[in-house]
């Protein structure tokens, strides 16, 4: 069995801040980091190999630095890695990633592809659905667990609004994991040691076979126009006095305000 | 197109360094440097003091525009669940009304499962038109059959707009369908407005884990489709004698390869029920430690409210996912939100800033939660909690 894990390399976002004054981003120090999602997805792919002895490839598209998050994964236990880099993929959207990810994939073979729910930069929750469409396969998103895996299905309970709905599917399928899937593992010390000799095996725009007016900006159907600081317009109240005199007048507002 | 410093200008003041949000600028021999992560946002152009940084034209750049003119109509995907419509599809019908009204066009719903009375909801909260599947296929949630009659459906009729819920049932099958007819989908937009110059759809969206807005287009596919989480738009006007047509489909043969053999609802989860409170005490980072919540649940019961938290909380393991408020958990809009040791990073602020009254606790008075507050308490919040606490005791006796 061939497992496919497709990881994004994002900033970490958590770390974050809006600069209110001049309205850039303070990036200082924050960190690139593997999309959390996606070690969960890495996770699962490697219980499942656990299970069934199945080959596990990671795979990233972006930019030749995304190859340190490729080689975090080797540290886990990944098989095999490809880095799918080209110039030409720069400023793709979610339709152009999936479409680049779908050909790169297709390549590689497949019964089981893994994606986190989605990447903490973009938060689309796209990309997985469609590749998972690109490739005519089923796809069964928010998987909290994997319940059961065979040569031909595979069951899973999917995370919903109001509960989870314990699914079945067909192989091949293409699964995006929630957190509550797992705990990932850490490197092991002969992981580490792989990871640092590992040759990471690129894949550029002809390596995929992609035709190119379906890739990078130009294959992207989305265009951001503008990126802006969220704007604040609040009837703010002032609040006086020392902290308890504050405190009650605020108390008092809850009370005209049918709290209390 | 591509972004590119003219090293010669190029005075290495790293300005253009803070403004990318993609990370995709780097010092070079002391000159700024556009890697792979451009996503051409542009925000390093507008920014740069010595005009260094240019958009270039490039051969090939004009993409061939798909023949978008026959594209008309709004369209609202109402997603059902237990045959019961979501609250979100009357809130897309409330924004799709207005869409379809500075378009000059007509407004659809798609309903597939549930039942004919449910789909005349649907006109009552403003539709036109309703195309309507109730085949047993779609009793439960499958992402083949409903992309692939949706796709169908959306080929034939050729609508300009398609809106569905940032859900777990629309983020998960949307995306099948943008990527089958090749067009633009835009996640989690908090604003559709239409761009009175060219026609197109302005969708606004949090980037970036939510620290900036990103305004996205589709200019040149058709139709543009975006997803809006429920709580974002307001409903449209209940008419109950509104008249509108209902349009019946056949399925026909769908594909579906996954199968629902069991649906199970959770109790707790419902025990929450942050998007139907009145009155929301969250906690954030400011806490230090889970007891915090503790504190809040008291003042919460006093307000008859519930707890919510930021993502920072949720991933310390302080609180249950449930009750996240903010871009990656829920959005909220009660009459009151109470915010305790929360920074309000934008990822937060895009889930609650459309509460009536938003009052902030925090120590930091630099903190950005205070700009979207209505009252704000510049103090900890281990001192202001217990003092509104007893105060709100008192009140009661």
């Not at chain 1, 596990?56 to 490729?70: H, N």
């Not at chain 1, 002809?206 to 009837?235: C, H, M, R, Y």
């Not at chain 2, 798609?110 to 006109?123: C, P, R, Y």
């Not at chain 2, 983020?171 to 908090?190: E, Q, Y």
Request: aromatic share 6%.
């Amino acid at each position: 069995m061939n497992i496919v894990v497709c990881i994004k390399q994002v900033p970490d976002t958590a770390e974050v801040r809006i600069n209110p004054e001049t309205n850039t981003l303070i990036r200082e120090g924050v960190p690139s980091i593997i999309n959390p999602y996606d070690t969960h997805a890495v996770e699962a792919a490697l219980q499942i190999k656990d299970k069934t002895g199945a080959k596990v490839t990671v795979i990233t598209m972006g930019p030749p630095q995304a190859e340190d998050a490729l080689r975090e994964t080797i540290a886990m236990g990944a098989d095999d890695v490809r880095l799918i880099s080209d110039r030409a993929f720069a400023g793709a959207d979610t339709w152009a990633t999936s479409y680049a990810l779908y050909k790169a994939i297709d390549k590689i073979g497949f019964d089981i592809i893994l994606c986190g729910k989605q990447a903490i930069d973009g938060d689309t929750a796209q990309v997985g659905p469609e590749v998972a469409e690109f490739l005519n396969i089923p796809h069964i998103a928010y998987v909290r667990k994997v319940e059961d895996v065979s040569d031909k299905s595979i069951r899973v309970q999917r995370l919903m609004d109001d509960g989870y709905d314990v699914v079945e599917s067909s192989l091949p399928v293409l699964l995006t994991v929630v957190k509550e899937i797992n705990i990932p593992r850490l490197p092991s010390l002969k992981g580490k040691m792989a990871a640092k000799k590992a040759v990471i095996t690129k894949m550029d725009i002809n390596a995929i076979g992609a035709e190119v007016e379906n890739v990078g900006l130009k294959g992207s159907p989305t265009q951001v126009k503008n990126i802006f600081a969220p704007d604040a317009k609040v009837d703010r109240k002032v609040l006086s006095g020392t902290l308890e005199e504050q405190v009650d007048a605020l108390v008092k507002e809850l009370g005209v305000m049918k709290c209390v | 197109m591509r972004i590119e410093v003219r090293s010669e200008k190029c005075v290495g003041c790293q300005v253009c360094i803070d403004s990318c949000p993609y990370t995709a600028i780097v010092m070079k021999d002391d000159k700024a440097f556009i890697n792979e992560y451009c996503q051409f946002c542009r925000a390093c152009v507008s920014v740069c003091p010595e005009g260094a940084i240019i958009e270039i034209a490039e051969e090939g750049d004009k993409v061939k525009p798909a023949d978008i003119s026959d594209y008309k109509g709004v369209w609202v995907f109402a997603e059902q669940r237990h045959g019961y419509i979501a609250s979100v599809a009357f809130e897309l019908l409330g924004v799709g009304r207005k869409l379809a009204d500075a378009r000059k066009t007509t407004l659809s719903a798609v309903l597939f499962g549930s039942s004919e009375n449910e789909a005349k909801e649907l006109v009552k909260w403003g539709a036109d038109r309703v195309y309507f599947c109730g085949d047993a296929i779609f009793k439960d949630f499958n992402d083949e059959p409903c992309s692939e009659l949706l796709s169908r459906l959306i080929s034939e009729h050729k609508p300009e707009i398609v809106l569905a819920g940032a859900t777990p049932i629309g983020r998960s099958f949307i995306p099948r369908v943008a990527a089958k007819l090749k067009t633009g989908l835009t996640a989690d937009c908090t604003s559709l407005e239409i761009d009175a110059e060219t026609g197109n759809l302005l969708q606004v969206r949090p980037a970036f884990g939510g620290n900036i807005m990103a305004t996205i287009l589709c200019p040149n596919n058709r139709p543009q489709i975006a997803t809006v989480r429920p709580r974002v738009m307001k409903r449209g006007e209940y008419v109950s004698d509104r008249s509108g047509e209902i349009i019946k489909v056949e399925s026909g043969n769908l594909l579906c390869r996954t199968k629902v053999v069991e649906t199970v609802t959770e109790e707790s989860s419902c025990k929450v029920n942050l998007q139907e409170a009145e009155v929301i005490v969250s906690g954030g980072r400011g806490l230090g430690d889970a007891k915090g919540f503790k504190l809040l649940e008291e003042l919460a019961g006093l307000l008859d409210g519930t707890l919510g938290s930021s993502r920072a909380a949720v991933d310390e393991g302080w609180i249950a996912y449930s009750h996240q408020v903010g871009q990656t958990g829920k959005t909220v809009c009660p009459k009151i939100y109470i915010a305790c040791g929360i920074s309000g990073a934008v990822q937060h602020l895009v889930g609650m800033s459309s509460s009536d009254v938003i009052i902030a606790i925090n120590k930091n008075q630099e903190a950005p939660i205070f700009n979207v507050a209505t009252y704000g308490i510049v103090g900890d919040l281990y001192d202001v909690v217990p003092m509104m606490i007893k105060k709100l005791k008192e009140a009661k006796a």
